[in-house]
Every structure is written in structure tokens, then in C-alpha cells.
């Protein structure tokens, strides 16, 4: 008999990798996506040299690396006086530093990338309109009563994911009190008192704003949080640009500026999960934010759902006993992810902080030597994807 595909529900980030993992290692997956196409929805992600790695082992990066854009250096600045506070520099040396480079890129074009290569490889078969709504064992029920049989069930369905609360109820995402807009705006309408090739981040007592370009220098991508008690599930609410400039209201002029410049924000409400103390039941593992969504602030969720597809192909690839492979898929992920979203939570205080903590956290960014901060991040960037 022919071997059982692996049967992802979800084909977001996660999904839509781990397919192409398991391509690589020869096995089968269906991939099932709710939405009528692959969601063209989100803004910036920030493609570190280990979500590159993931990128390059799975096979999508010659397809995603086109509309990626290279930024010369990362900004940080203080958003009332715009005085700069670091300086990073993210060409040759960086990427001799870390072995692979640091590039930005629309969300949309990270998935189209993925969705390119899975279509292109025999293996991986994918599904739209298709919403999985439980599971039982390694087969799954569709919302118009099919039901599938697989080698092994992988919930990449998000944040909210349905399979996470039904194998595991009482984990419904925490808000942490933060309203995250985001806008696209046409490269040529940037301020120009805005560094348009670099990665900048702003800091403000109560918000920060970060900005760079994508799809190929195109567009500009700006996104902007707030302290806010506002809670709402969806990724992409209206936003209103009165609250921003409102909670802006002490901005420098050229951040002030660039607040002002989209006609429109959208919005979704900062939210993750606890570290889990588990992620797979015998056939079933969770993946992507179905396992442990992160605050964005380490720019390391599409990361961290890249590195676990490599990892959980690998597993599978490996080894026939299906729930020995998703155990060890789990035992090698969960420590990593557990202190990424851990650092991704207090980096939201210190990046929001007022009066004196402001003023200490900005003498020490400006005293620090940039490599010596770049080292810090050493623990992310030096993933490497399975032999
Ligand atoms: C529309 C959208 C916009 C986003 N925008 C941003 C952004 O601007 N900035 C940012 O940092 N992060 C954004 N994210 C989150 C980011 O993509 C993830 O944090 C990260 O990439 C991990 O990806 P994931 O595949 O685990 O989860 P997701 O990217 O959330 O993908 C989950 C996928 O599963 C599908 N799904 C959910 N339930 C079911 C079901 N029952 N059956 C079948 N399919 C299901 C969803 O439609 C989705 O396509 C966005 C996510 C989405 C879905």
C-alpha cells in the first residue's frame, strides 16, 4: 500500500513549509487552507539569516528571494527627538558574521514564494476552501463533512488554531495590551527626511514604530504599536489614524510625518501564548503560531515557523515511528521557541518605556558597540537547519 500523506490543516507560513519539507525528505502532504486562496494579507516580516537558512534548506528561497529587499543598515532612533541611538550594520561583514543574509519582505510575497515551490514539486498537494474543523487519530473532518486519512495530522492553523483547542483546551491566545497597525505605502510617498533603505525602529514612551521597505523596493512598509486595552481576533480590522497620531502626539517632525502619510491602517490586537508544556499527541503536532505564537517584536514568528518545518521533516523523514518523530520534532523546538516568545514579551516593555527607564535604555543603546549587540541576537541568527 501506498504511504499516508501527512495532513496539514492550515496553509499559512507553517503549512505551506513543512509541505515543502516533506518533499524533501520524499513524503506525500495535503495541505488544507480555509481561505478560497492563499492569503495576500499582512505586511512586513523581517528574514533574519535563520529563517534565510530554513528558507534555502526547504527548497523556496530562489522563489522568495526576488521580491526581498536588502537593507543597508538597521536604525534605532527616539522617536521624540529622532536622535539616532544605534547603528547596525547589516551588509558583507553581517553576513560573513552570521553566514547568510538579513533581508526584509511582504508577508504576501514570503507566501506566494512558498506557494510557488509547493506547486511546483509533485508532493505536496494543495487545498483551498478547505476548513478542517477537528481530529481524530490521524484523520481529519472537513467543514463539508469529508473526512481524510493520513500518516500524521500537523495543526498549522494559527494562533486560534481549532485543532490546539480541541486536543488542548483553556489554550486560547492571551492579549498582551498592545494595538499593532500597519500600512503599505508607495516607496515615492516616504518623508523625505526618512531613511528609506534601512531598517529603523523608533522608540516612544507607550509605542514604537518600525519601517522598511519590500516587494523588491516597490512598497513601504510601516507598522506602529500602541499601549492599548483593545482585544479583537482578526488580523486585519480597520485602524483608526486619529488614535495613532493621538498616542504619537510628541513625535519627532520626520516620524510625525511618515505617521501621517497612509491614507489607511489596518490593525489586529498583540496576542500570544503561554509557552506550552506540550505540542504533539501521538499523530498530532501543532506548528507555526499554532504552537507558540510570539509577540512580533524579534521580527521571529515567520522564523520560527520556517525552522520548524525543517525540523519536523527531518523528524518525520527519519524516523517510521510517527509519534516518536512528532516527540522529537517537539523535544528539539520547544526550548528554542519557549525563549524566543519569553524575550519577544519583555522587549514590548522596554521598547514602550517612559522617563527614567527610557532615558537609561537609550544611554545604554547608545554606549553599546554594535557588534557587541549583534552577538546578543547570536543565539537567533546561528540556526542551522538539519544536516
Ligand atoms: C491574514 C494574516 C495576516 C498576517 N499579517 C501579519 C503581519 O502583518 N505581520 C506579522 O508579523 N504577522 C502577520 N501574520 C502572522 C504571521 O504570518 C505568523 O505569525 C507567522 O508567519 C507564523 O505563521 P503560521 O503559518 O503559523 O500562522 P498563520 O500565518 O496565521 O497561518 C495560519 C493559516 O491557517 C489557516 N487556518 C486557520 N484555521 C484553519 C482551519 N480550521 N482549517 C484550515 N485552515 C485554517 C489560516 O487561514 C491561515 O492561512 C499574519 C497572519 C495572517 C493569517
Redesign the pocket.
Known amino acids: 500500500m501506498a504511504q499516508l500523506p501527512v495532513l496539514i490543516?492550515?496553509?499559512?507560513?507553517?503549512?505551506l513549509a513543512a509541505s515543502l519539507g516533506l518533499a524533501r525528505k520524499g513524503l506525500a502532504a495535503q495541505v488544507?487552507?480555509?481561505?478560497k486562496e492563499f492569503?495576500e494579507?499582512?505586511?512586513g516580516?523581517q528574514m533574519s539569516p535563520n529563517a534565510v537558512r530554513a528558507l534555502q534548506w526547504l527548497g523556496a528561497w530562489e522563489a522568495i528571494e526576488p521580491n526581498c529587499v536588502t537593507p543597508s543598515e538597521i536604525h534605532v532612533r527616539d522617536g521624540r527627538t529622532a536622535a539616532l541611538l544605534q547603528r547596525l550594520r547589516l551588509g558583507k561583514p553581517f553576513e560573513q558574521s552570521f553566514g547568510a543574509p538579513y533581508r526584509v519582505a511582504h508577508?504576501a510575497d514570503l507566501l506566494a514564494g512558498l506557494v510557488a515551490a509547493a506547486r511546483s514539486s509533485p508532493l505536496p498537494q494543495l487545498n483551498t476552501g478547505?476548513?478542517?474543523?477537528a481530529t481524530h487519530g490521524a484523520a481529519i473532518e472537513l467543514s463539508d463533512g469529508r473526512r481524510e486519512l493520513g500518516m500524521a495530522v500537523i495543526a498549522?492553523?494559527?494562533?486560534g488554531s481549532?485543532l490546539r483547542q480541541q486536543a488542548w483546551p483553556s489554550t486560547a491566545p492571551e492579549f498582551r495590551g498592545h494595538a499593532i497597525y500597519?500600512a503599505l505605502i508607495p516607496l515615492a510617498a516616504v518623508p523625505p527626511a526618512i531613511a528609506n533603505d534601512c531598517v529603523t525602529l523608533w522608540l516612544y514612551p507607550g509605542g514604537h514604530v518600525v519601517h522598511y521597505a519590500v516587494s523588491a523596493w516597490r512598497q513601504f512598509n510601516i507598522v506602529a504599536a500602541i499601549d492599548s486595552p483593545w482585544t479583537a481576533d482578526a488580523?486585519?480590522e480597520p485602524g483608526d489614524p486619529a488614535e495613532l497620531k493621538a498616542a504619537f502626539a510628541d513625535a519627532a517632525l520626520s516620524l510625525a510625518e511618515l505617521i501621517a502619510a497612509p491614507p489607511n491602517w489596518l490593525r489586529w490586537a498583540g496576542a500570544d501564548l503561554a509557552p506550552r508544556a506540550n505540542w504533539t499527541r501521538g499523530p498530532l503536532a501543532l506548528a507555526?503560531?499554532?504552537a507558540h505564537a510570539t509577540l512580533?517584536y524579534l521580527a521571529q514568528?515567520?522564523a520560527m515557523?520556517l525552522e520548524d518545518a525543517c525540523i519536523l521533516a527531518a523528524s518525520l523523514g527519519r524516523d517510521t515511528d510517527v509519534a516518536g518523530a512528532l516527540a522529537h520534532y517537539e523535544h528539539e523546538r520547544r526550548p528554542r521557541t519557549a525563549r524566543i516568545q519569553l524575550a519577544s514579551r519583555r522587549l514590548a516593555g522596554l521598547y514602550h518605556a517612559r522617563g527614567v527607564t527610557a532615558l537609561a535604555r537609550n544611554a545604554a543603546l547608545k554606549l553599546a558597540p554594535a557588534d557587541h549587540l549583534l552577538r546578543r541576537y547570536g543565539w537567533i541568527y546561528d540556526w542551522r537547519p538539519p544536516e
Open positions: 490543516a492550515g496553509g499559512g507560513i507553517a503549512g488544507f487552507e480555509q481561505s492569503s494579507v499582512g505586511a516580516l508577508r478547505a476548513s478542517v474543523v498549522a492553523d494559527g494562533i481549532t500597519r488580523w486585519s507555526g503560531d499554532a512580533p514568528g515567520a515557523a
